[in-house]
């Protein structure tokens, strides 16, 4: 079998959801960060993939590296490597326009753009917008009930206009 592109891997590695949020591959997530065929000691090539998790203590991290492994070795790639990349942090800036679309049609309403003057906890945290938007029905007449959703990385919020609750992607 010849060795597949670095572009076909990328393909395939978009086929993969995360653990956490089904409907969101982890390229889409931004999770993973390179993809490229290096020179091993033995001085065969192999095949390393690089991930960033969304939070240094993210409980899936683990799971995301076993479900990137699986997925390659479908693809006839047994022996990749999957090496954890903690600099620079993950942002939610490195999610796709199609994965924000993807948590809103989920249910979760997607973390906004920029805001880098509004850091509470510099470096990794970044104040939620004034309104967010139900995912549901677009209203932006919503309340926040806990600072922790479904998953850590995630807000519980409530829709004043349809009532239904909700969870929010905290930006980082």
Same mark, same amino acid.
């Given at each position: 079998?010849? =060795?597949? #592109?670095?572009?076909?891997?990328?393909?395939?590695?978009?086929?993969?959801?995360?653990? /956490?949020?089904?409907?969101?591959?982890?390229?889409?997530?931004?999770?993973? =960060? %390179?993809?490229?065929?290096?020179?091993?000691?033995? $001085?065969?090539?192999? @095949?390393?993939?690089?991930?960033?998790? +969304?939070? #240094?203590?993210?409980?899936?991290?683990?799971?995301?590296?076993? %479900?990137?492994?699986?997925?390659?070795? /479908?693809? $006839?790639?047994?022996?990749?490597?999957?090496?954890?990349? @903690? #600099?620079?942090?993950?942002?939610?800036?490195?999610?796709? /326009?199609?994965?924000?679309?993807?948590?809103?049609?989920?249910?979760?309403?997607?973390? $906004?753009?920029?805001?880098?003057?509004?850091? @509470?906890?510099?470096?990794?945290?970044?104040?939620?917008?004034?309104?967010?938007?139900?995912?549901?029905?677009?209203?932006? /007449?919503?309340?926040?009930? #806990?600072?922790?959703?479904? +998953?850590?990385?995630?807000?519980?919020?409530?829709?004043?206009?349809?009532?239904?609750?909700? %969870?929010?992607?905290?930006?980082?």
């Amino acid at each position: 079998m010849s =060795r597949p #592109s670095v572009e076909e891997i990328w393909e395939w590695l978009a086929q993969v959801p995360d653990p /956490e949020i089904p409907v969101i591959s982890v390229v889409d997530l931004g999770i993973v =960060r %390179d993809v490229a065929w290096e020179r091993g000691a033995d $001085g065969n090539d192999r @095949l390393v993939v690089r991930i960033t998790p +969304t939070y #240094s203590g993210c409980p899936a991290t683990q799971v995301i590296a076993h %479900d990137v492994q699986a997925a390659l070795a /479908e693809h $006839g790639v047994p022996d990749a490597e999957v090496l954890m990349q @903690l #600099s620079p942090p993950w942002t939610t800036e490195w999610m796709s /326009e199609t994965a924000r679309e993807q948590l809103r049609g989920f249910g979760i309403a997607p973390p $906004g753009y920029g805001g880098h003057d509004e850091v @509470l906890v510099p470096l990794t945290r970044r104040r939620a917008p004034a309104a967010i938007a139900c995912p549901r029905c677009g209203a932006t /007449e919503t309340r926040l009930v #806990s600072e922790f959703g479904s +998953t850590p990385c995630k807000a519980h919020y409530t829709c004043l206009a349809c009532l239904e609750p909700f %969870d929010y992607f905290k930006p980082l």
